[in-house]
C-alpha cells in the first residue's frame, strides 16, 4: 500500500558514549526524538523507541539515567496524509505550488539527540535526514 510507509532510522552509538533516551528519567535532559519537517503530504501516526537502559553513571552515582547505547533503530510509521475539503492549504503547499524545482514529496525527518560519555555532554544537535529506500509497510 502506497498509503503507509515506515522508515527505519539507525544510529551507531560509539563505545563509552551514550545518548538519552525518548523518556529521559530527568525531565532536565533533552530526549532523543524524531518528528516529520514536512507535513504537506505525510503524518506521523506512530514511533517505536527502542527500550533505554538504567544506567548510573561515574559522575551521577545518585541518579539513574535512561540511556541508548551501542547500535538501537527507531522506527517511524508515517500514512499519506489527506487533508479535509475545508482545511486550508499549508504554507509549505503554498510554498511548493510556487516552487516548480521541488520534485519530491518523500519525508524528510528531524533526529535530536545529545550525545555525551561519562566526563563530557556535547551540545545538543538536529540531524535533517531524508530518508531513500522507503519500505512500504505491510
Same mark, same amino acid.
Given at each position: /500500500?502506497?498509503?503507509?510507509?515506515? !522508515?527505519?532510522i539507525?544510529l &551507531? +552509538? =560509539?563505545?563509552?558514549?551514550?545518548i /538519552?533516551?525518548?523518556? *529521559?528519567?530527568n525531565n532536565n535532559l533533552? *530526549?532523543?526524538? !524524531?518528528? #516529520?519537517?514536512?507535513? %504537506?503530504d505525510?503524518q %506521523?501516526d506512530?514511533?517505536?523507541? *527502542?527500550q533505554?537502559? !538504567?544506567?548510573? #553513571?561515574d559522575f551521577?552515582?545518585?541518579e539513574? $539515567?535512561a540511556?541508548?547505547? @551501542? ?6 510509521? #508515517?500514512?499519506k496524509? =489527506?487533508p $479535509?475539503?475545508?482545511? &486550508? ?6 510554498? $511548493?505550488? +510556487?516552487n &516548480?524545482? +521541488? ?5 524528510i525527518i528531524?533526529?535530536?539527540?545529545q550525545a555525551?560519555?561519562? =566526563?563530557?555532554?556535547?551540545l545538543?544537535e538536529n540531524?535533517? #535526514?531524508?530518508?531513500? @529506500?522507503l519500505?512500504?509497510?505491510?
Open positions: /500500500n502506497k498509503d503507509f510507509l515506515q !522508515v527505519s539507525t &551507531k +552509538i =560509539k563505545p563509552d558514549w551514550h /538519552n533516551s525518548a523518556s *529521559p528519567i533533552i *530526549p532523543t526524538q !524524531v518528528d #516529520l519537517l514536512n507535513k %504537506v505525510w %506521523v506512530k514511533v517505536d523507541y *527502542p533505554h537502559q !538504567v544506567i548510573n #553513571l551521577n552515582q545518585d539513574p $539515567l540511556l541508548y547505547q @551501542g547500535n538501537i533503530t527507531i522506527n517511524m510509521f #508515517l500514512s496524509r =489527506k $479535509l475539503a475545508t482545511e &486550508k492549504p499549508l504554507a509549505e503547499e503554498k510554498e $511548493l505550488a +510556487i &516548480k524545482s +521541488i520534485t519530491t514529496r518523500n519525508p528531524n533526529l535530536r539527540f555525551c560519555s561519562d =566526563k563530557i555532554c556535547l545538543a540531524i535533517t #535526514l531524508y530518508p531513500n @529506500g519500505s512500504r509497510k505491510q
